[in-house]
């Protein structure tokens, strides 16, 4: 009996089940401890719970607000003014991030030794220094060192820089102004046919259409053509200097400036490298066979090179883009109000129900990371190399 | 009969050789290319004569005070007389050799890891004692040594400690964490998985404020962690996910053959993983642990927003001093310099070590 009751336990799939169920115990014993502990400290500290808080008054202001708020606006409007400050700022530092690491990424695989050797410079610099830091110096010198309202810089007398901020023209949009919009979604649609176009053609009979060239021509000229039917339905509300400040135009505040500069310098560093180390990765042979049948060392790159590069490019460049949404969260230390500054820090202290804000701020990063990572699984799956 | 005579080939023209042949090549090959080399001279025409002089040649390097600065240099003098506060934060004067010792300790014990000839057994007894080790010798509170509170840790020293806690911290949880997220057994993979996405998906600032304003809710009353505990959970926590992240990468890399053979050597599975899987897998993701761990060292900069005083936050403090009002370009400028070197020399490191590892698999 006793042998068995032994070899009972050694059984590996016994095993498995007892591991799982002793993990399950305690998991749930945990989680029961925590929830009690919990519910008892809650109360003892008179902290109201549930999300009744999202529907209250949420009795401050904020700076930048995309969105209609003022002091009657709720809790639930602080979250969705600091999710779409987040957007916001995510959005343009994407653009800035991916033109900035482009461009060093091709200079440092320069034949140019002092260009290469000015981009691996920048990379080093920049990867190297935490990106606070790097937030905290835009802030707290580059953009402090700006002159002060009178004194602005000023480019073509419509743009200005100074201490509060950059001051730009404004575009409004008159009755018609929808037909601006429709010429660039034209343009949108007719470049991805010529794309598609230039595809077949090349696949078909092996020549080679300007997609480029003619893509940039259709975003130019369809907008402005309708401009000119719709009878110019657009006009720019410039900035003017108005006692003391600046009137009219946009407004783009230091913060969010020192921000989004931060961020695009900084992850324009690994999206470089990533570019970099995507091009380098193609192997050799594969330029030369390109040389071998006569192509030219641009409709090699264009050809041959890029279209391998791309697949091993762009999963670490998306990754990047994720880590430049998350790191906006750092807006906190200078206070531009994005999600973490406004909902996990004001509204936070306001109310005081920690656990809710946390768990709503984690769950909205969390489902942010999860459309990035589908978006990069779909082009994974696009991009894998079809093997017959 | 004709004498040959053996012709030396000529050398070739001082067009094809020498520094004119390299800069032909490397910066004159082609019009496009010379518009660059002057573009590129040009930037460093912008950049370089105006950071010459405000680092060395304007800058102010004597004097005690902010009104020996003078010239629009930097002030160099402001971080020699701050020093002490960026290296140890408000550590009190007198016990300042304990705080060396602790630094000087831990500097050798990074080196002797570091080492190959260091023996195993040796590296795990150093890595395990350290923190135990420094942080009694920081702290006080026996052997007659006066207890010094951590809210008194700052600087340069606080940044290591969180750094080095947190990476001795979280590699045990990230070792669990990637074993079970390969393991067959289904709960336990589903709550790894689910743990190390959850936190991977979230920046570390949320953990952060998660550790220092919802942790206390979860334990009973009368239980309260100080600031840097606090800190240190989060960041421990986070960090795990990253660990067994570059863990499980190793474990990948290992061939099923490895089971197999530990297996049908009749090893259990610990003994399987601890003697055949481990030893492999660990040595192929070393260079991303070291990638991860100067991640981290980055990320100590964060605990600044939850209020403790780290080397980054130490400028607010010390540019705040009404006698220095108006320096703190030159100690954000002074500490990045920190932390470049630090990071600069571990990724180097990390360099050597990939390349190293990578020739020993050849064999």
New interface residues.
Partial sequence: MEGRHVSFLRNEKVRGILYQVITIVLFVLFIGYIAQNTAHNIEARGIKSGLGFLHTTAGFDITETPIHFDHNSTNWDVFKVGLFNTLIVSFWGIILTSLLGLIIGIARLSKNWIISHLASTYIEIFRNIPILLQILFWYNVVLAAMPSVRQSYSFFDSIFINQRGLFVPKPIFESGGWMIAAGFVAALVGGWLIHRYAKKRLEEEGKEFPVFLSTLALFLLLPLVAYFIAGKPLHFDYPALKGFNFRGGSTLSPEFLALLFALATYTAAYVAEAIRSGIEAVNKGQKEAATALGLTPMQSLKLVVLPQAVRISIPPIINQYLNLIKNSSLAAAIGYPELVTVFAGTSLNVTGQALEIIGITMLTYLTISLIVSLILNWFNKKMKIKER | MAVYELKHAKQAPLSERGIIAWIRH??L?SPV?IF??IL??W??YILIPPLLKWFILDANFSGQSKADCGGGGACWVFIREKLKLFVYGFYPSSELWRANLAIGLSALSVVLVALERTSRKLKIAIILLLPFVAGGLLSGGFFGLIHIDTSQWGGLLLTLVIALIGIVASFPIGLLLALGRQS?????KT?SVFYIE?I????L??LL??AS??L??????GVDFNKLIRALIGITLFQAAYVAENIRGGLQAISTGQYEAGSALGLTYWKQMRLVILPQAIKVAIPNLVGSFIALL??T??V??IGLYDL?ST?NLASSDRDWLGM??EG?VF??II??IL??TM?RYSKRLEKKLDTNNRD
């Fill in positions: 490397h910066l090959s290319n660059f080399t590129s001279l930037i460093l067959k057994l289904p709960i336990i709550l959850l991977r998906g979230v920046p600032i949320t404020f998660m304003v919802v206390p809710l979860f334990f009973p009353e980055m990320d900069s964060l600044m927003i980054l400028v703190s370009t954000f500490v990045a932390y470049w990071n600069f990724s």
